[in-house]
């Protein structure tokens, strides 16, 4: 087992855990901090990929804005010391297993495919700020700015939102 | 390493955020488990781009083929960034109306 391999296994059995950690804990600022976790993790597949730009940029964007913005809301309401109200134990049983069996079918769709072996991930450049950037200004540059036009609406949106 | 992994990550995470969505109550863990499922697709994407990319190097070693898959990433991003910010926004304000984040109180929609 490589190297390689077993930064996969790790990152991915610490994904899947800190995500299952975020549906599970009654606490919502501990859902938080795990989704962070789970976050981390996803950017660490991101540079096991050489994918570095994303990874930087998901750990700016999700890990360090958006997180942080939840984090703020939920300490903005002081929710924090109180648990959901206890529920239907029937409603929580079908979600888990609607969810289950959800993922069931999906990888028993995967089964009858021939895997596609790919030797390294890592090998390869097209992750890199240069090459992504020069795609990003050249051929998108039209969808890159009409973004700007959407963070601009969102901006717009949240701010009338939050007057009222 | 096969594709496969990196499809059953993405789909188990997929399917965790699936059943957050369906258990939890509080709107704003609802929200998370959304963008939870927004990265595992991402995920999938970027394991998908490093995958077109590696069988197209094989004949030539200096192709840039893979490129669009991780601008997609890019841009999704980019609209969950904004899809948060007016999300949180909405949530506040259900908050100063109802005193509650619990999806339950948004069932007086109805009628």
């Given at each position: 087992?490589?190297?390689?391999?077993?930064?996969?296994?790790?990152?991915?059995?610490?994904?899947?855990?800190?995500?299952i950690?975020v549906i599970t804990r009654k606490?919502?600022?501990?859902s938080?901090?795990?989704?962070?976790?789970?976050?981390?993790?996803?950017?660490?597949?991101?540079?096991?990929?050489?994918?570095?730009?994303?990874?930087?940029?998901?750990?700016?964007?999700?890990?360090?804005?958006?997180?942080?913005?939840?984090?703020?809301?939920?300490?903005?309401?002081?929710?924090?010391?109180?648990g959901e109200p206890r529920k239907n134990r029937y409603l929580l049983w079908s979600g888990v297993i609607a969810g289950g069996m959800l993922m069931?079918?999906?990888?028993?769709?995967?089964?009858?495919?021939?895997?596609?072996?790919?030797?390294?991930?890592?090998?390869?450049?097209?992750?890199?700020?240069?090459?992504?950037?020069?795609?990003?200004?050249?051929?998108?540059?039209?969808?890159?700015?009409?973004?700007?036009?959407?963070?601009?609406?969102?901006?717009?949106?949240?701010?009338?939102?939050?007057?009222? | 390493?096969?594709?496969?992994?990196?499809?059953?990550?993405?789909?188990?995470?997929?399917s965790i955020g699936v059943t957050g969505v369906l258990t939890r109550r509080n709107a704003i863990i609802v929200?998370?488990c959304i963008?939870?499922?927004?990265?595992?697709?991402?995920?999938?994407?970027?394991?998908?781009?490093?995958?077109?990319?590696?069988?197209?190097?094989?004949?030539?070693?200096?192709?840039?083929?893979?490129?669009?898959?991780?601008?997609?990433?890019?841009?999704?991003?980019?609209?969950?960034?904004?899809?948060?910010?007016?999300?949180?926004?909405?949530?506040?304000?259900?908050?100063?109306?109802?005193?509650n984040v619990d999806i339950n109180f948004l069932n007086r929609?109805k009628?």
């Amino acid at each position: 087992m490589s190297t390689t391999e077993i930064i996969f296994w790790f990152l991915s059995a610490l994904a899947i855990f800190s995500a299952i950690m975020v549906i599970t804990r009654k606490n919502p600022v501990f859902s938080v901090l795990y989704l962070i976790v789970t976050f981390f993790a996803i950017s660490g597949h991101y540079i096991l990929m050489n994918a570095q730009f994303l990874a930087i940029v998901n750990i700016i964007v999700y890990a360090g804005a958006i997180m942080v913005l939840f984090l703020f809301v939920l300490m903005l309401m002081n929710l924090n010391k109180e648990g959901e109200p206890r529920k239907n134990r029937y409603l929580l049983w079908s979600g888990v297993i609607a969810g289950g069996m959800l993922m069931i079918v999906i990888i028993a769709a995967l089964q009858t495919s021939k895997p596609e072996i790919v030797d390294s991930f890592s090998k390869g450049d097209i992750g890199l700020i240069q090459n992504l950037g020069m795609a990003l200004f050249k051929e998108y540059v039209v969808p890159f700015e009409i973004s700007s036009i959407l963070f601009l609406s969102a901006m717009v949106g949240a701010v009338v939102i939050g007057k009222k | 390493m096969p594709i496969d992994y990196y499809i059953y990550l993405s789909v188990i995470l997929f399917s965790i955020g699936v059943t957050g969505v369906l258990t939890r109550r509080n709107a704003i863990i609802v929200f998370m488990c959304i963008e939870l499922m927004l990265n595992a697709v991402n995920l999938l994407l970027v394991a998908f781009s490093k995958m077109h990319h590696a069988r197209a190097a094989v004949s030539d070693a200096a192709t840039s083929i893979g490129t669009d898959g991780q601008l997609f990433v890019f841009f999704i991003m980019v609209v969950a960034a904004a899809e948060v910010s007016v999300g949180l926004a909405i949530i506040v304000m259900m908050y100063r109306n109802v005193h509650n984040v619990d999806i339950n109180f948004l069932n007086r929609l109805k009628n």
